[in-house]
């Protein structure tokens, strides 16, 4: 069961990640924001591309669900840490990551 240490470990594990202050959650970022924290550590919302959204909601719906707004249709999704496993927390940090980084570094 994913939590938000595990979140932070990882997310700061990957290359050029920082974490900031973001209103009244955590951003995790490197170009730019890919994952951000809710205070109460509970849920996490990654910026994945909206077919990445669509795979992650289908596969794992108890854990994955669009952000209810224009930034859901961007992608914005928002995941329940305790339904996921470490491997599945990974997968979706690696995800948003790659489309983090800045232009010259995407591969």
């Known amino acids: 069961m994913a939590n938000a ?4 470990r990882l ?11 973001h209103f009244d959650r955590a951003a995790f970022k490197v170009a730019r924001i890919y994952v ?3 205070g ?4 996490a919302n990654f910026k994945f591309k909206p ?8 596969v ?12 859901g249709r961007q992608g914005w999704t928002t995941a329940i840490l305790s339904e996921l496993n ?16 800045p232009a010259k570094r995407r591969s």
């Open 60 to 71: 794992l719906p108890t854990a994955f669900f669009p952000v209810g707004n224009a930034w």
């Open 40 to 43: 109460d550590g509970l849920t």
């Open 51 to 58: 077919d990445e959204q669509s795979l992650k909601c289908t």
């Open 86 to 101: 470490e491997a599945d927390l990974l997968n979706a940090l690696e995800t948003a990551w790659k489309h983090a980084l």
């Open 11 to 21: 997310a700061l594990s990957l290359d050029g990640t920082v974490e900031a202050p």
């Open 5 to 8: 240490e595990m979140l932070r």
């Open 36 to 38: 951000t924290l809710a």
